[in-house]
């Protein structure tokens, strides 16, 4: 019994060392567990690298979620698709695929203020790491300064690589004021490495019609445009009722996002959820 427990200490060491946590709690619980014991070798060891696996995704989610500095704390549970807004349960949950991300193209997505946009482009971000995807949160603004910023310090290139190597970058309060000729060159920049090689959303409030207006430069603004709206799905969300109205939510029946008794999500009210987390920038959590 003594050489057993020796061994077993060993075994147990040596997955430490091999950095297997998983593993190691679960070969733990196997040890103390007696009902283990009745299993053949096979279904424990499998049992032991399910252990792992599912351990490692977990580390894996957290890491690719705390890079990609999602503004909401979202997902496509919590979407509301009570509210008659244009945005449609089947086409949303297929975005929640993630196989447009695979296939490097873009989601475009419009509407007044106050209608979701951010959090619709949060929620479909989660759903792509949770596809093994990396994501990236930028408010078009700051990028736009970030990008001047680096030109003059000569971090440009360095700046536009890392971007370039992102599966998934959200652009939000995209064309919210006119481009210089100079920010246009650099958006085309962005785009450029971008286009059918990674994927974008694209949140604004303006019309994607309107769009080439703000962007400046109208040569440059051509070539934007055209590496934007190629093999781009749009969502063109309807009205002008924000869902960060307290009265509009404290009216408003609680419904799940999936709107199907077979889903095995239980989500609080969609509306509640988007505008909660509208509110919830990621600092605070």
């Given at each position: 019994?003594?050489?057993?427990?020796?061994?077993?200490?060993?075994?147990?060491?040596?997955?430490?060392?091999?950095?297997?946590?998983?593993?190691?709690?679960?070969?733990?619980?196997?040890?103390?567990?007696?009902?283990?014991?009745?299993?053949?070798?096979?279904?424990?060891?499998?049992?032991?690298?399910?252990?792992?696996?599912?351990?490692?995704?977990?580390?894996?989610?957290?890491?690719?979620?705390?890079?990609?500095?999602?503004?909401?704390?979202?997902?496509?549970?919590?979407?509301?698709f009570h509210t008659p807004r244009g945005l449609s349960r089947s086409f949303?949950?297929?975005?929640?695929?993630?196989?447009?991300?695979a296939a490097h193209q873009t989601v475009l997505i419009v509407g007044a203020t106050g209608l979701g946009k951010t959090f619709i482009a949060?929620?479909?971000?989660?759903?792509?790491?949770?596809?093994?995807?990396?994501?990236?949160?930028?408010?078009?603004?700051?990028?736009?300064?970030?990008?001047?910023?680096?030109?003059?310090?000569?971090?440009?290139?360095?700046?536009?690589?890392?971007?370039?190597?992102?599966?998934?970058?959200?652009?939000?309060?995209?064309?919210?004021?006119?481009?210089?000729?100079?920010?246009?060159?650099?958006?085309?920049?962005?785009?450029?490495?971008?286009?059918?090689?990674?994927?974008?959303?694209?949140?604004?409030?303006?019309?994607?019609?309107?769009?080439?207006?703000?962007?400046?430069?109208?040569?440059?603004?051509?070539?934007?445009?055209?590496?934007?709206?190629?093999?781009?799905?749009?969502?063109?969300?309807?009205?002008?009722?924000?869902?960060?109205?307290?009265?509009?939510?404290?009216?408003?029946?609680?419904?799940?996002?999936?709107?199907?008794?077979?889903?095995?999500?239980?989500?609080?009210?969609?509306?509640?959820?988007?505008?909660?987390?509208?509110?919830?920038?990621?600092?605070?959590?």
């Open positions: 019994m003594k050489e057993e427990n020796v061994l077993t200490t060993q075994t147990l060491d040596r997955l430490r060392d091999l950095n297997l946590g998983g593993m190691t709690r679960a070969y733990q619980e196997q040890i103390e567990r007696a009902d283990y014991q009745a299993l053949p070798f096979d279904d424990r060891l499998g049992l032991l690298v399910d252990a792992e696996m599912t351990e490692r995704e977990q580390r894996r989610l957290f890491r690719y979620l705390k890079a990609a500095r999602l503004r909401e704390q979202a997902c496509v549970e919590d979407l509301d949303v949950l297929e975005l929640a695929e993630s196989r447009w991300v949060c929620a479909l971000a989660e759903a792509a790491i949770r596809k093994g995807h990396s994501a990236l949160y930028v408010r078009f603004p700051r990028m736009v300064d970030e990008l001047a910023v680096a030109r003059v310090d000569g971090r440009l290139p360095r700046l536009l690589a890392t971007w370039a190597r992102i599966d998934l970058l959200v652009l939000d309060d995209f064309a919210m004021q006119a481009l210089s000729s100079q920010q246009s060159a650099d958006l085309l920049e962005v785009i450029e490495d971008r286009a059918q090689r990674r994927s974008t959303i694209v949140t604004s409030q303006l019309p994607v019609k309107q769009w080439h207006e703000a962007l400046g430069d109208a040569t440059i603004a051509d070539a934007i445009m055209d590496r934007l709206v190629h093999n781009a799905h749009r969502i063109e969300l309807r009205g002008h009722e924000s869902l960060r109205d307290p009265k509009r939510a404290a009216t408003t029946p609680s419904v799940t996002a999936a709107g199907d008794s077979k889903s095995q999500h239980s989500a609080p009210s969609g509306v509640a959820a988007e505008k909660q987390g509208a509110e919830t920038p990621v600092e605070a959590r």
